[in-house]
């Protein structure tokens, strides 16, 4: 900590010495930084949409970070926003978080270590405070989508042109984009199917790699396999509303858990026996922040498992 101030104690002396404007020179470095963020991550989403199309992203976790992210988005309406502005936004705060923790604790790897399960809290947040609108919005997206499957014959734009009266009105604007992206923008299938699944969000995954599928190979007969989903629709609802039920009663359970837990820290930090060692020693200061990040950690991440679920490999 000692150095990371005399660095700044350095420059800020270069700065008076050499009567830099340092308002202006932040912001042209932020601007300039935030334009080539921007421009990497634009490139990213394209790079993984095109890996997407082809099949090529396998699954694990950053399949599943980048739906639920995804979901998200779309819950908030920020939809101009991608994965990975999203992404880069994070890291950021992790950054800065990092940074002032360092400063209050005096350690930089108190620091790093705490801000990770502040970074992991915060996505959980914004999992609990928009888990109501994902899964309706995944619900109106699989209700539109068991009217189009089983309707396609030979032509998937025409299916969705003719079942468009039977879709909820929030998502309705979205297939018509679909068909006017074709139709008035010329814009190729495979790029306005991607451009769909933008729209509607993870739930519409499988049905755009069957519509690829088909517009490419379809044969006659081949229209049978969006019926597949059609069962995952179903398939999909059930497990919804039976982990809703069993997470409800596990999140009362971890509630008491960490209340307890920070109960019991709290008291050791201002017991006369322990609390100068928790609060002025590193190895204190260690163990403090090791339980509170766990606690943290945990709570988070049965937040974010129940939005993750990856419903194809249950059907396997």
């Known amino acids: 900590m000692a ?61 599943k970070y980048r739906d639920l992210v995804q979901s998200i988005l779309i819950s ?20 800065i978080i990092a940074t002032v923790l360092s400063i209050v604790f005096d350690s930089i790897i108190i620091g790093i270590m705490f801000s990770v399960p502040c970074v992991i809290a915060f996505v959980a947040m914004l999992t609990t405070i928009t888990r109501s ?3 309706a919005n995944d619900n109106r997206v699989m209700d539109a989508l068991d009217i189009i499957c089983p309707a396609i014959d030979n032509s998937v734009n025409a299916a969705i042109r ?7 009105p929030k998502i309705k604007p979205k297939f018509q984009d679909f068909l006017d992206n ?7 299938f495979r790029e306005a199917v991607a451009e769909l699944k ?20 379809g044969d006659e007969g081949m229209n049978e396999i969006f019926m597949d989903i059609v069962e ?12 809703d039920e069993k997470f409800k009663e596990q999140n009362y359970q971890l509630i008491g858990s960490s209340t307890i837990i920070l109960l019991f820290l709290g008291f050791a930090m201002t017991n006369s026996l322990t609390g100068e060692l928790l609060r002025t020693a590193f190895i204190g200061k260690l163990i403090a922040v ?9 709570f988070a991440a049965v937040q974010i498992i129940q939005m993750t679920i990856n419903y194809d490999k249950l059907t396997e």
């Open 133 to 135: 609108s994902i899964r």
């Open 182 to 188: 074709q139709d008035a923008r010329n814009m190729l």
């Open 162 to 168: 003719g079942s468009m009266d039977g879709f909820d």
């Open 198 to 217: 933008d729209e509607l969000g993870p739930r519409a995954t499988e049905f755009v790699k069957k519509a690829l599928m088909f517009y490419e190979t």
């Open 290 to 298: 090791t339980c509170i990040s766990l606690t943290i950690t945990a």
């Open 76 to 95: 908030l309406k920020l939809t101009m926003f991608k994965v990975e502005n999203f992404t880069s936004f994070i890291v950021f705060m992790m950054i």
């Open 232 to 243: 995952l629709n179903s398939l999909t609802r059930s497990i919804n509303a039976k982990s």
């Open 3 to 63: 150095i990371f101030l005399f660095f700044i104690a350095m420059f800020l002396m270069y700065a008076k010495v050499t009567d830099m404007n340092l308002k202006e020179r932040a912001i042209s470095i932020s601007t300039s930084l935030i334009i080539k963020r921007i421009r990497k991550d634009e490139e990213a989403h394209l790079k993984n949409k095109q890996m997407d199309l082809l099949g090529l992203n396998k699954d694990g976790f950053a399949k």
